[in-house]
C-alpha cells in the first residue's frame, strides 16, 4: 500500500509549481489618478449646473461627445452609407407637403431600411445604441417622394423603471413576465425636413399602430427569452419611452380621434453615466490596474455593467457616487396598446387591443399637424440634406 501511495504521488516539484501563485503583472495607470479624479468632478458640476440652468445646448453637447467617443467606426459607416443613399434623404425645396404619404418599413438584417436606419440614427445627439434584448425597428418612409421622414427603435422594457412600477401592482413573482409584454423605445424621431412640419408627432403616434404590434407577434410569438429562459408572452400590451432632455414637446397633444396616444407618467431619476461617458477608456484603464481581466460589456449584460464600472471607479477614487447622478430627470411616456392596462398588469385580464392602422394616422397628422405647419412656416423649404448630414459627421 505505501509503495502505491508512493507511486499516485505527483513529484514535489510539480507540487511546488502547483502551490506556486501566478504572478500578476503591475500594470501602470499612466493617464493618473489626480487627473482622472478632476476630470471626472468638473465633467459632473458642469452638468448639473447646466440641468439646473437648462442649457440644452450643452447638454446636447456633453450627448454629442459621448457618442462620438463611443462610435467612430458606426460614423464612418454612417457616412458611407449616407453617400450611397443620399438620394433618399430630400431637400426642402423637393417636398410637396400635400403628397407625403408615410408608410412603415420593418427593418431587418442587411437590407436597405437597415442602412437607412443607421444614417438616420447617427444624426442625432444621443449615444449610439443596437438596442438590449427583444427588437424591432422601423424606418418611416415617404412613398411618394422616397425618401426617410424618420426612424423608431424599440427594445426590452428595463426591469426597474419606477415612474412605470408605481402604477401597476405586480403579483409577487410576476413583475418580469409582465414587463416582458412591453418594450421601451429607445429613438423616436423625424429628420428635416419632415421635422420642420412635425414629422416627429407622425413618428411617435405610429408607435401605436397595429402595424408594430403584428410585427412583434409575427418576431417573437411563441418564442422565450434567451436571458432567463422566459416565454414571450402576445400581445403586446404597452410601449414605455424617455424623453432626451428632460420635458418633451413631441408627445404633448400626441392623440388620436380624441384619445391620448402617449401619457406622461413621471420622470426619471437622473442617474446615469452620459456626463462621463468620454472618460470611460480612463475608467477601465484604472480598473485593469487592479483586474487585468476585467470585461468591459457586451451581450446580455446591458448598460448596467458599465454602471459599475464607474461606481467602483469612483470608489478606488475616493468621490462620492452622488457623482455618478448626472440629474437630467428625463420624462417618461406610457403608451397603452391595450384596454384595462392596469387590471392585466396586475395579474388580471387585458382588455381589447388599441385599433390605429398606420395609414390612418398618417392621414389625420397631415391634416392635422404638417399641412398646417407648411402654411405657417417657409423655413422648411431652406433646408438643404447634403449640408445637414455633412455638418452631423463632421462633428
Known sequence: MAREARAAAPPARLLAKRHKKKARKVVPFRFG???LRNLIVESTEAFWASVT??????????????????????RENARALYQLYAEHFIDGRKLDPSKIRPVLKLVTPCNLWEDLFRVVRWTWSMP?????????????????????????????????????DELFNYPAGAKIDLINRTLDAYTIGAVPPYSNLLGGKLVAGLVASNEVRQAYWAAYAGKR?????????????AVTTTSAFGRSSIYNRLTFEGKPLAQSIGYTRGTGSIHLEALYPHVLELLRTRDPDLV???????????????????????ISRAYFDHGLRREVFLYRLVSDLE?????????????????????????????????REATWRDFNAHDYFSQAFDV
Open 343 to 375: 387590471s392585466g398588469m396586475s395579474g388580471g385580464e387585458f382588455g381589447r387591443a388599441l385599433n390605429l392602422r398606420a395609414v390612418e394616422y398618417a392621414r389625420f397628422w397631415l391634416q392635422r399637424w404638417a399641412i398646417p405647419r407648411s402654411e
Open 296 to 318: 468591459a460589456g457586451g451581450y446580455g449584460l446591458g448598460p448596467k455593467r458599465k454602471w459599475q464600472h464607474f461606481k467602483r471607479a469612483l470608489d478606488l477614487l475616493k
Open 225 to 237: 427569452t434567451e436571458m432567463e429562459n422566459r416565454r414571450i408572452e402576445q400581445p403586446l400590451v
Open 128 to 164: 449610439y445604441s443596437a438596442g438590449y434584448g427583444r427588437r424591432l425597428r422601423f424606418v418611416v418612409w415617404d412613398h411618394h417622394h422616397r425618401a426617410v421622414i424618420g426612424i423608431i427603435g424599440l427594445q426590452s422594457p428595463p426591469v426597474d423603471l419606477s415612474a412605470r
Open 53 to 74: 440652468d437648462g442649457d440644452k445646448d450643452l447638454i446636447r453637447a456633453v450627448h454629442v461627445r459621448a457618442r462620438n467617443h463611443e462610435t467612430a467606426a458606426q
Open 33 to 35: 489618478q489626480a487627473r
